[in-house]
């Protein structure tokens, strides 16, 4: 780490609590924004968006019943196909919720007290893609609390022709599509705040023509 230039007693003391916060927010979402230097700041909203649908992976434990234990996909319907219970409704809740709902199913003469635990295992139907000027283009697991720059570093990081305070991310709200501009190097150097993502955004960095 590089040693801070001698500055006047109050600056000294902001500047290592900036310092401070930039290095918690890097070990949170690892930076790789090509020639950029890291410097996050989360915005203050957070984002709380678990429960399951089509194509989500769902692991299911169920106590001292291996056969019924197993990894179970969700259908299109929002339904997996669990063992005695034939289709038990997943789509929308969490995965505690799930849990509740096969022991619900289990406990209707199937299992004397049934103890079960589920996880999701791949969030398949929440993804964010990133487009553009990366270095791995594609798309990507949503995770709770995403941000913008986590997503550009999941993508390999920006290329040295980006456009790095052109980047809009498209988002469909109310059934609609929006697009919202976000100057990413701005938010890098600290002048911005992180912009948060939600499932399904499309991020895309435009090439400089500079």
């Known amino acids: 780490m590089r040693a801070l230039p001698s500055t006047p007693l109050g600056t000294g003391v902001l500047l290592v609590a900036v310092g401070l916060v930039m290095a918690l927010e890097a070990c949170r979402y690892p930076s790789n924004l ?3 230097k890291p410097g996050l700041l989360l915005t203050d909203a957070g984002v709380s968006n678990n429960t399951l649908a089509a194509n989500d992976l769902l692991e299911v434990r169920v106590y001292q019943e291996p056969d019924l234990s197993g990894v179970y996909r969700v259908d299109p319907d929002g339904h997996i196909d669990f063992p005695l219970c034939n289709k038990v409704k997943v789509g929308g809740l969490s995965a505690s919720g799930a849990a509740e709902a096969i022991t619900n199913c289990l406990k209707n003469g199937f299992v004397r007290r049934p103890q079960v635990s589920a996880l999701v295992k791949e969030f398949n139907s929440k993804k964010v893609f990133v487009f553009g000027e990366v270095s791995k283009p594609g798309s990507f697991s949503y995770e709770e609390g995403m941000t913008i720059i986590h997503a550009i570093s999941q993508a390999g990081g920006l290329t040295r022709s980006a456009s790095k305070n052109s980047v809009n ?9 929006v697009k919202f501009p976000v100057k990413v190097e701005d938010i890098v150097i600290g002048r911005e705040k992180n912009f948060q993502l939600v499932p399904g955004d499309i991020i895309f960095v435009p090439e400089s023509f500079i």
């Open 34 to 36: 090509g020639d950029l």
């Open 169 to 177: 991310v498209t988002r469909v709200v109310n059934g609609k599509e």
